[in-house]
Each structure stands twice: as structure tokens, then as C-alpha cells.
């Protein structure tokens, strides 16, 4: 059974940071590319940022670029995304996805 599991999300202050996780099993993790997909409150899915199968290479959104950075451990079947400066309008569920399979999302909130 494949299965993504996000975690680490929260309620921070704007400029803070998170670090949220994937958890991923059930299918060959090293072999796909991965995504970060948030979504907004009314609102629908953005892409945030895409890993390639070996981790080495990254893109990002103009809107997270310089402030998120992914990272992915085939080892141990993770993604990561380090958010930092965070900003009110990144309050969104986090997603993690191999655009085939999706996790349940990891809510974040930026609020003071």
C-alpha cells in the first residue's frame, strides 16, 4: 500500500520557520520525482517546489525561491521542506505527491 505521510506543520509568526516532513513507503522512492502542493483556504492547489529522483536538483515556485528549500533522503524514503521567513500568505495545507499518489497534507499557519 503506498502511503505519504506529511508532518511537522504548525502555527508560527511571520519570519519564523518550519520544517515539514514526507514520509513515504509501499512504493520505490528513489525512483520518482517529488512535489510539494499547497492549498489555501478557498483557494486551490500551488505547486511549491519539485525534487528530482536522485535529490540533487530542485525547482521552486517564484514565491517560496530563496525562502524554502527541499531536500530529499532516498535512505530513508523522506522529503523535507525547510521553510523559512515565513510569511502570512503561506498559511496553507501542505501536500507532499508524486503527482500519481498523495498524502493526507500538513496544515500550516503564519498568523501573529
Known amino acids: 500500500e503506498v502511503q505519504l505521510v506529511e508532518s511537522g506543520g504548525g502555527l508560527v509568526q511571520p519570519g519564523e520557520s518550519l520544517r515539514l516532513s514526507c514520509a513515504a513507503s509501499?512504493?520505490?522512492?528513489?525512483?520518482?520525482?517529488m512535489n510539494w502542493v499547497r492549498q489555501a483556504p478557498g483557494k486551490g492547489l500551488e505547486w511549491v517546489s519539485s525534487i528530482n529522483e536522485g535529490g540533487g536538483t530542485t525547482k521552486y515556485a517564484d514565491y517560496v525561491k530563496g525562502r524554502f528549500t527541499n531536500s530529499k533522503d532516498n535512505a530513508k524514503n523522506t522529503m523535507y521542506l525547510e521553510m523559512n521567513s515565513l510569511k502570512p500568505d503561506d498559511t496553507s495545507m501542505y501536500y507532499c505527491?508524486?503527482?500519481?499518489?498523495w498524502g493526507q497534507g500538513t496544515q500550516v499557519t503564519v498568523s501573529s
Open positions: 505527491t508524486n503527482l500519481r499518489y
Open positions: 509501499g512504493f520505490t522512492f528513489s525512483n520518482y520525482v
